[in-house]
């Protein structure tokens, strides 16, 4: 039996990554998971807004979660058990916790809720890990580019749209996703997005320009095709990234 005697008709437990938490109420929290069977996933946590569960609800954390509710489309009750605390290395580190913050935030506003999508739940787990790493922003680019593709918005970056060449490829189409070799899009770069060289094979190395590059170059396309649905720009999390990474490429 639930409470005042109610009956839980939906239950399901699932493991989750905190993409945020926002108060409700005097004590409680509105809880945003996302989960590899059951999508991105909103909950009450009752007591969310206290001092022993907001260390849990930390984004990027991940939890062992069960969500209960008397119907399918209420919002229903989660709990939260913290299984790894992946926030609390890099709350003191303003660069990794603000690429945390971003690919969480982004998350959050992208993804459709309740549904499943496997891939990009595994690699924002990929990417948290990484932040540990010296070439996180690599992998932060990466599961950008992924998050378009499963979200039916694929760049095409195999070879240039205009000539069909697989080499010296140095932009993208604005128009189309498509990649557009140096020498076709020449003349029209003003108009071309920059395709740094990581994305296509071609280099070992990164730079910070490269990294601000990809950046732009998913920013585009997660603005047009999947934000600007629900009538959303990029979160502001996302934007704080870029002008931390900006730094760099102006040292």
């Not at 540990?132 to 932060?140: H, M, Q, V």
Request: hydrophobic share 45%; net charge neutral; aromatic share 6%.
């Amino acid at each position: 039996m639930g409470v005042l005697g109610y009956t839980w008709a939906m239950e399901w437990s699932d493991q989750g990554i905190v993409l945020s938490a926002r108060r409700h109420g005097e004590a409680a929290a509105i809880v945003t998971l996302l989960t590899p069977d059951h999508g991105r996933h909103a909950g009450l946590v009752r007591g969310g807004a206290g001092r022993r569960q907001r260390g849990v609800l930390q984004p990027g954390n991940r939890v062992a979660a069960r969500w209960r509710a008397r119907l399918a489309e209420h919002l229903g009750t989660l709990t939260c058990e913290l299984t790894e605390a992946m926030a609390a290395p890099h709350l003191a580190d303003p660069l990794r916790l603000a690429g945390l913050s971003a690919a969480c935030a982004l998350a959050d506003w992208a993804l459709p809720e309740r549904e499943p999508h496997v891939a990009i739940h595994d690699g924002l787990l990929h990417l948290i890990k990484s932040l540990s790493g010296d070439d996180w922003p690599f992998f932060y680019v990466i599961w950008e580019v992924d998050l378009l593709r499963e979200l039916g918005f694929g760049l095409d970056l195999e070879r240039c749209a205009a000539t069909g060449r697989t080499d010296s490829l140095a932009f993208v189409s604005p128009r189309t996703g498509r990649a557009v070799s140096l020498s076709a899009g020449e003349p029209y770069r003003d108009r071309m997005l920059a395709l740094p060289p990581f994305l296509t094979g071609e280099t070992s190395s990164t730079t910070p320009r490269d990294i601000v590059d990809g950046l732009t170059l998913t920013a585009y396309f997660l603005e047009r095709h999947v934000l600007a649905v629900a009538g959303r720009r990029l979160p502001a999390a996302r934007l704080r990234l870029v002008e931390r990474l900006m730094v760099n490429v102006n040292d």
